[in-house]
């Protein structure tokens, strides 16, 4: 809130008092220790986000009391919504505790999870948000409290995730940015379906000049395409890779 300009902080809706300006211009209804698995706030005694939801509707009948139902509504259109939540969900109630492994493996757990995630932003923007900020996970693992638990007698282990989706997406949203010409199709065949041993000499052509395209045939990067890639991850990567 402070480095957009809008107020120092943004003040809890609970356990303080809000005067109209706060009303308008921002309003936290964040509970520590919540998480998209309702068993989360329960485990670390915290507001649900079912919870949170009845506030936030709580608060836009004050708001419309406050400046006019024309005038709330804007507001409640045009504010910016975060929603930081879920590392508790992987690293208190899965692995610190034992209830949700018995139950779901770590996969089936966070398809659950997701599942959780969506049915509360659907339910959000349902109630009126539209600018929603969602946060991804921190590096769980890397925190000091996970690598005392985890780690070993060193608190250490050298497991790295490295990002490629961001690169290839990229590269297929912006192909003549990297000096390609095609990003919606294989260089293979019709480069729509011809995959594998579809992809051959017998039953599929190939283009002039692979290097044109993102794809290679209908699944997999070309050769330049793998390169890019791989020199942005030895960029972000490669002192955590190779020292």
């Known amino acids: 809130a402070s480095q957009i300009g809008v107020k120092e902080y943004v003040p809890a809706y609970l356990g303080t008092h809000l005067d109209a300006q706060e009303l308008l211009t921002g309003i936290s209804f964040a509970s520590g220790g919540c998480g998209y698995d309702p068993l989360t706030s329960q485990l670390l005694v915290a507001l649900s986000l079912r919870h949170q939801l009845t506030l936030f509707k709580e608060y836009k009948e004050k708001l419309?009391?406050?400046?006019?139902?024309?005038?709330?509504?804007d507001i409640i259109a045009d504010s910016l919504y975060a929603v930081a939540t879920g590392t508790n969900d992987i690293a208190?109630?899965?692995?610190?505790?034992?209830?949700?492994?018995?139950?779901?493996?770590?996969?089936?757990?966070?398809?659950?999870?997701?599942?959780?995630?969506?049915?509360?932003?659907?339910e959000?923007?349902?109630?009126?948000?539209?600018?929603?900020?969602?946060?991804?996970?921190?590096?769980?693992?890397?925190?000091?409290?996970?690598?005392t638990l985890a780690g070993g007698i060193e608190r250490e282990s050298r497991i790295i995730y490295?990002?490629?989706y961001t690169s290839l997406l990229d590269m297929i949203l912006r192909p003549f940015a990297y000096g390609f010409k095609e990003s919606t199709r294989g260089?293979?065949?019709?480069?729509?379906?011809?995959?594998?041993?579809?992809?051959?000499?017998?039953?599929?052509?190939?283009?002039?000049?692979?290097s044109e395209y993102v794809f290679w045939d209908s699944f997999h990067p070309t050769e330049r395409a793998a390169e890019i890639i791989i020199t942005q991850v030895l960029q972000q990567y490669g002192a955590s890779l190779l020292d």
């Open 64 to 73: 419309k009391r406050v400046a006019g139902e024309g005038r709330a509504a």
């Open 92 to 122: 208190t109630t899965y692995f610190l505790l034992p209830f949700r492994r018995e139950e779901f493996d770590i996969p089936s757990y966070i398809t659950f999870l997701v599942r959780s995630a969506s049915s509360f932003l659907q």
């Open 187 to 210: 260089c293979c065949g019709t480069g729509y379906y011809e995959v594998i041993i579809t992809c051959n000499s017998l039953t599929a052509t190939t283009c002039a000049n692979a």
């Open 162 to 164: 490295i990002d490629i």
């Open 124 to 147: 959000l923007y349902h109630s009126g948000a539209r600018r929603i900020a969602i946060m991804g996970a921190p590096p769980i693992g890397c925190m000091p409290s996970q690598r």
